[in-house]
């Protein structure tokens, strides 16, 4: 077999080199297979012969297992049982046998860049842990569905005048009408009457790149989790100033809770999609309890809340101090949008469209831009990135400053490839719905108890149902590395994977035509 290239090291637990090939499946040039005849085959046909020669099916099972993953991690070892009661110990799983000796586990990434199988796990789960805490399911009452609950974006202030496409109706209106001879300090107009065409790259870049304050958007972006936090914090004590009462009595009537999700504009200035919700405050032993909230409370009353919250919130940045500003007080934008989510009559916001839109952010967060995927280590690799100038400007502003001892607070250099931000893509309070954590759990517990077989009863090694509890389970597993031995391999498994979304569309499809 053809030497793996050397990789990458890998990014789980750092031990092994990973033997890393075949990153990125589908970028494939695959040569014209009918046309080969009688050969020389290339390197990759000879590769794809030797997977389909050794012990193939077992081999298409473990990839189906995992998912598809386009960059499965690899691992060997064994799981035993010992029994409680005797100590007798029976190994029930090795990889000693399987193809390669290796198990073939999915690498759970939520990038679509890095692995498209995965990352569709991950939206999925996304969306269902959204829509959950809009119309129940998952173990929430569906009553929910009554409470009070808006779709709120917060923006970060301007930093810039930029291209925008401004439409008003089906009319497009110039980008930035000004004085045409009006210049900046730059000697550049201040203005822009194009009409801008979706899709057009300009968008979201500065009218006069010398204007733009880069500095002050990236320690913003820097800044935006704790001004969120802030805002988080302030929520509750408008609501109790709106309807007159003490924080305290308000605390023990309700609560509010929310889950956001983090997006690049086109500028690079991070903004906040949060769905707020209001429930009755948890009773005293159950704290993730969901009820709605008592009479009095209403969904007008928590609109005027969020945008007084939006308004008196701020952070005090003692660094925008050391960058000579003299206004060290950080802010949400004046932009604010506010809508009612209330499930789906005609012309509303409906659970499915708010829980779909926050699920496609989830898998594009950083890749929209082009932005790097892990932190900047070499100055080098800023000028080769596949971004936009003004991209790349906001990782430069993030590296220099984050190499000034007085800013380190802000840790703008390992946050540079987040062109300042270092915050989560998805947070959300504890009794939101359920957890990405407990919707993985829920999947891998229904593979067992289908690989159980008709009684969906898993056996323990000694043929006792295995939740009886009779016996201890031992894991031992060693990393060997990640990805597909060779790109042969990992063409395959691409190629069943590209078959198994056929047959999940072609499922759909007749689903729809049944109901
Ligand atoms: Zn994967
Ligand atoms: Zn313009
Ligand atoms: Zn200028």
């Not at 990236?218 to 509750?236: C, D, E, G, I, S």
Request: charged fraction near 25%.
């Amino acid at each position: 077999m053809r030497e793996p290239k050397p990789g990458r090291k890998p990014g789980i637990g750092g031990t092994a080199a990973g033997r890393i090939v075949a990153e990125d499946p589908a970028s494939y040039e695959l040569p014209d297979f009918s046309a080969l005849g009688e050969g020389p085959y290339p390197p990759i046909l000879l590769e794809a012969f030797e997977r389909a020669g050794d012990n193939f099916a077992r081999w298409g099972e473990q990839v189906a297992h995992a998912g598809y993953c386009c960059r499965p991690i690899r691992i060997k070892g064994h799981v035993e049982q010992v029994d409680r009661a005797t100590g007798e110990v029976r190994t029930t799983y090795t990889t000693k046998g399987e193809p390669d000796d290796t198990l073939l586990v999915a690498c759970g990434t939520r990038r679509a860049s890095k692995c498209r199988s995965c990352s569709t796990w991950y939206q999925w789960d996304a969306f269902h842990l959204v829509r959950a805490g809009l119309q129940g399911g998952k173990g929430l009452d569906a009553s929910v569905v009554d409470h009070p609950k808006l779709f709120v974006t917060l923006t970060a202030p301007s930093f810039g005048a930029v291209h925008v496409r401004r439409v008003k109706g089906s009319k497009v209106l110039p980008c930035r009408p000004r004085d045409k001879d009006k210049r900046c300090p730059h000697g550049r107009p201040v203005g822009c009457s194009v009409r801008h065409a979706e899709g057009e790259p300009t968008l979201g870049t500065p009218i006069c790149p010398d204007c733009f304050d880069y500095d002050g958007q990236v320690v913003w972006n820097a800044m935006a989790p704790k001004l969120w936090a802030r805002f988080r914090t302030y929520l509750p004590r408008e609501l109790a100033a709106a309807v007159g009462m003490s924080h305290k009595r308000l605390d023990a009537l309700v609560k509010i809770r929310m889950v956001k999700v983090g997006e690049y504009q086109r500028r690079g200035a991070i903004h906040f999609h949060a769905i707020v919700r209001l429930d009755a405050a948890p009773p005293e032993g159950d704290p993730n309890a969901v009820a709605p909230p008592p009479p009095g409370f209403s969904l007008g009353q928590l609109e005027v809340v969020v945008r007084a919250a939006r308004e008196s919130v701020y952070v005090e940045c003692a660094e925008l101090a050391v960058l000579g500003r003299t206004d060290t007080r950080l802010r949400w934008g004046g932009e604010i949008d506010v809508r009612a989510i209330r499930g789906g009559g005609p012309g509303e916001l409906s659970n499915e469209a708010v829980a779909a839109y926050v699920a496609k952010y989830a898998t594009k967060f950083s890749e929209a831009l082009g932005l790097p995927q892990r932190p900047v280590e070499d100055d080098d690799d800023i000028d080769a990135l596949e971004a936009p100038e003004h991209v790349k400007r906001l990782v430069w502003a993030a590296v220099v400053l984050g190499g000034r001892d007085e800013l380190a607070g802000l840790k703008l250099r390992e946050h540079a490839h987040g062109l300042g931000f270092g915050g989560h893509f998805l947070t959300k309070s504890r009794a939101y719905s359920t957890t990405m954590g407990a919707l993985r759990r829920v999947r891998r517990e229904h593979v067992r108890r289908q690989l159980a077989g008709d009684q969906g009863v898993v056996l323990d090694a000694w043929g006792r149902p295995e939740d009886d509890g009779l016996v201890e389970i031992r894991k031992s597993w060693r990393y060997t590395g990640w990805g597909y031995l060779s790109h042969g391999e990992a063409w395959m498994a691409s190629t069943a994977a590209a078959r198994a979304r056929e047959r999940r569309q072609l499922a759909r499809e007749e689903l729809d035509c049944a109901a």
